[in-house]
């Protein structure tokens, strides 16, 4: 046993002198970011263990600057917290930072990285986002998209209708998104009630808290093949419940499709696929089997939804915190639309409404510190090197809450995006990036903004939404973990508006 005991004490008195020989190494070849002290191996775990981790990191970038290393275990992490670094990093360094890390839960996710969102940057997947971003732009055209979110809308509006007690707002713009995504990706009209829908929803929420609680797994990889956790072998489970139904949904319009109709996003991607056939690009196209198509299709069905559902959210939950700001909403609603429904052309004289929008997109912390970078390449950023392989996270909190670029960045403010005539400014605020920049930007960004605004205006030309009697709004968040910040349950009530 005393023998053993010395092995051990052996063991780990050489781990970490070679931690600090290879720090020491480091910190020599390059002019690393400054970060604070943390023991070795075990890394910064106040921080990382802290549901609030955006908001330390802020809190560490005041003294050490914008750009701040911590470290995850004994993983060194590269936190970029203002818009100029930011910028540098994802624009100006174009390809330098467009990297992901490989991570265990979404390599079984993305069937080996398969995906646009996860999947490091690579010439196939280049050009698996041109034919994605392709069938992007032909599902746009005409009024395909208006159609779909209408019809869903006024659905669960009719339901929210029937309700004569207080009620979870989240747990309608949870179904009414899920069916609105369901539509745009498979061309399916689900009734309210559909169990399929139900089924797809409650994975969805499981997934998220295994995520937001994290997994083990992905802290400690090999973990997954010598002793895997009852977490990772439930997240498995999951995730192949929703690949199988992706795949069948995929094949089903393998089967029917017709180049002359577009039904659905599956249509638009099958389109552009062979649209990139006939430019004659056959030998990238081999690596481009039918999984990247399945996989475009969950990267904007679940990236889709649960950025959806938790704005709409966060929209609500602003509207009956602030009811003169719903107000002057819907007399703008009223004053631009008329008596009829609100559409996508009214988008570009909803000037206060979309305010709103772009407020609530600001102040919803809903993507935390996003999807993790990597360097391709040795890089700089900020006056500081950045070895290849480096994990950069943009800490989109602290850009959100710069009192440079934001006066009282904790007041909602949908005046901070009109200009003196009280229309939207021609461009958006230096520091508002609630869709990432640079090769990584968010794909759906063309199709989310005018989705949330044609879902918001409907919303308030229809209803006058309030809290309880009695009941103030609750200013404290739920922490989700990561950074993701989503409103403490409150209950609604509705009333229908005169003449809507």
Known sequence: ???????????????????????????????LPPGPWCIPLVGHYKIYGSVEIHKKIAEL?????????????????IVLNNIDVTLEAMVKKKADFAGRPKINSMEVFTEGGKDIAF???????????????KALRHYLQGDLLESMVQDNAEKFLNKMAEEKEPFFFKDFVDQMIFHQLYTICFGEKRPV??????????????????????????????????????????????????????????????????????????????????????????????????????????????????????????FVYFMTRFPETQIKCQEEIDRVVGSGRPSMKDRSSLHYTEGCLFETLRLANVAGLGIPH???????????????????LINFWALHHDTKYWKDPEQFDPTRYLDEDGKMKPTKPESWLPFSAGRRVCLGETVAKPELLLLCANLL????????????????????????????????????????
Not at 61 to 77: D, T
Not at 479 to 494: A, N, Q, T
Request: charge should be neutral; charged fraction near 30%.
């Open 374 to 392: 990597k360097t391709i390449c040795d890089t700089q950023v900020g006056g500081y090197d950045i070895p290849k392989s480096t994990t950069v």
């Open 193 to 314: 009630d559909d169990p399929e829908v139900k089924a797809l929803l409650k994975l969805d929420n499981d997934l998220f808290d295994l995520f937001g609680t994290g997994l083990a797994e992905d802290l400690v990889p090999y973990l997954k093949d010598i002793y895997p956790t009852a977490r990772w072998e439930k997240f498995k489970k999951m995730t192949e419940e929703i690949l199988q139904l992706l795949h069948t949904k995929f094949n089903q319009h393998k089967e029917t499709f017709s180049p002359d109709k577009n039904r659905d996003f599956i249509d638009s991607l099958l389109m552009a696929r062979q649209e990139a056939e006939n430019e004659g690009n056959e030998d990238a196209l081999e690596k481009l089997d039918d999984g990247y198509l399945v996989q475009t299709i969950a990267d904007i069905f679940f990236a889709g939804v649960d950025t959806t559902r938790f704005t709409m959210d966060w």
């Open 61 to 77: 970038s005041k003294k050490y600057g914008p750009v701040v290393h911590v470290k995850f275990g004994p993983k060194m992490l």
């Open 461 to 500: 030309q229809r209803f006058d939404i309030r809290l309880p009697d009695g009941v103030k709004a609750n200013p404290e968040y739920n922490l989700k973990g990561f950074g993701i910040e989503l409103p403490s349950d409150y209950k609604i009530v509705v009333k229908e508006r005169t003449g809507n």
């Open 119 to 133: 999947t490091t940057y690579s010439p196939t997947w280049k050009l698996h986002r041109k034919i994605a971003g």
């Open 1 to 31: 046993m005393v023998y053993l005991s010395l092995n051990v004490q052996t063991i780990l008195a050489g781990l970490t002198i070679g931690y600090l020989v290879y720090y020491v190494i480091k910190r020599m070849r390059y002019r």
